[in-house]
């Protein structure tokens, strides 16, 4: 039986692209066939060559091109999309081609602390800012505007007084993501129904 192909789009560091090409390296039925950076630099293409996984960077005129996009998905034979840190919108051809098969994770709970703009230390900032009592990540289907498609799964973590934006997200917020992400995104991909 032929795989489900993943491509995950990321834009820099790649930790969790690197989780999800360690939880997949083995598994019966889903690999991660090619990793694709809009940084010519990113870390992540680094990480996934190491790693024995196709990369591909591209420009950020090309990965705004929806018909290119398609393309090129097509030419890897890609079934699904996994948004891990990547900093730019999906052109909507590409939403369309590949509708309910691309999967984001964002660090907040979403609708608060999305949008453009809301990326990285910033999300964590704002929730500071705010004295909010608990944050959490939250994984989704993506459509065509920035952190607003359907949500799969949503993981919550306290922040305590003491917390600062780093603090929150290298202690509480990539262990939620490093641990729950690989696992919403095998689930969605083997029963689509799945929440
Ligand atoms: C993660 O916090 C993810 O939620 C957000 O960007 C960050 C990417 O981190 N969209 P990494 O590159 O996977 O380490």
């Known amino acids: 039986m032929n795989k489900m192909r993943i491509a995950i789009f990321a834009s820099g560091t790649g930790s969790n692209a690197v989780r999800l090409i360690e939880h997949f390296k083995e598994h019966k039925s889903i690999e991660v066939a090619l ?22 960077y591209k420009s950020n005129e090309f990965v705004s091109n929806g018909q290119e996009m398609t393309d090129l998905m097509h030419q890897f034979r890609i079934d699904w999309i996994v ?47 705010a004295k909010e009592k608990e944050s959490g990540i939250t994984i989704h289907f993506v459509n065509a505007q920035f952190d607003d498609g359907a949500i799969l799964a949503q993981f919550r973590c306290h922040v305590d007084e003491k917390d600062t934006a780093e603090t929150l997200y290298s202690n509480k917020i990539q262990y ?20």
Request: proline fraction near 6%; avoid cysteine; aromatic fraction near 8%.
């Open 35 to 56: 990793v694709l950076s809009n940084k010519i630099d990113a870390k992540v293409l680094q990480s996934a060559k190491e790693r024995g996984v196709e990369v591909v």
């Open 83 to 129: 948004l891990a840190g990547y900093l730019r919108l999906i052109p909507s051809e590409l939403v369309v081609n590949f509708d309910h098969k691309i999967i984001n994770v964002h660090p907040s709970l979403l609708p608060k602390y999305g949008g453009k703009g809301m990326f990285g230390h910033h999300v964590h900032e704002a929730v500071i800012q």
């Open 176 to 195: 939620l993501e490093h641990n729950y992400f690989p696992i919403v995104v095998e689930k969605t991909i083997l029963n689509p129904n799945y929440v």
